[in-house]
T-cell receptor, first 113, second 112 residues
């Protein structure tokens, strides 16, 4: 059972480039989320989805887009990368936000130069 | 506006002693709280949770206490082991919010 799979694990982008971070889960979870982890800032919620076709903004959504066309996949798009988006990104999935645990991927370390 | 706060960025504890990690929240709509543990270069993993209808939940060496009036929760690890050395995040959500909000984390070091 793969759980939550994120690709790529590492990425270097130039300022202004765009890219998509992929996230897939095989647990049939309705809830999926994207977080970024920065020193001293903890895990901050970027965007989340409560089911296919439904997405909403988290705490720090600017500069990012998401879509949820299937239950399994929740890609995160950086429209025009900026050095401030240098971070470690985590995707998570859960069957509920009020019970049980969220399962996290291994993370994507992104550097924008 | 940080809705979930962990005011101690780091904690150092001797092996065998108790580790106490604290977390405060501001949003009274939160009614479900979780603790996650994170090792370097890995994703966070779930440790223990508590619903607002309880004030204590225990799982082996880990106990979470919830004080709703103070909007405060704590994680107790007894006895602490070197393998517990990691970053611990508390998180909160609620039936009226779809979001799972995390704190800033506390780095725990357990030394022999």
């Amino acid at each position: 059972n793969a759980g939550v799979t994120q690709t790529p694990k590492f990425q270097v982008l130039k300022t202004g480039q765009s890219m998509t971070l992929q996230c897939a889960q095989d647990m049939n979870h309705e809830y999926m989320s994207w977080y970024r982890q920065d020193p001293g800032m903890g895990l901050r919620l970027i965007h989340y989805s409560v089911g296919a076709g439904i997405t909403d903004q988290g705490e720090v959504p600017n500069g990012y887009n998401v879509s949820r066309s299937t239950t399994e996949d929740f890609p995160l798009r950086l429209l025009s990368a900026a050095p401030s988006q240098t971070s470690v990104y985590f995707c998570a999935s859960s069957y509920s936000n009020t019970e049980g645990e969220a399962f996290f991927g291994q993370g994507t370390r992104l550097t924008v130069v | 506006d940080q809705q979930v706060k962990q005011n101690s960025p780091s904690l150092s504890v001797q092996e065998g002693r108790i580790s106490i990690l604290n977390c405060d929240y501001t949003n009274s709509m939160f009614d479900y709280f979780l603790w996650y543990k994170k090792y370097p270069a890995e994703g966070p993993t779930f440790l223990i949770s508590i619903s607002s209808i309880k004030d204590k939940n225990e799982d082996g060496r880990f106990t979470v206490f919830l004080n709703k009036s103070a909007k405060h929760l704590s994680l107790h690890i007894v006895p602490s082991q070197p393998g517990d050395s990691a970053v611990y995040f508390c998180a909160a959500s609620g039936i009226y919010t779809d979001k799972l909000i995390f704190g800033t984390g506390t780095r725990l070091q357990v030394f022999p």
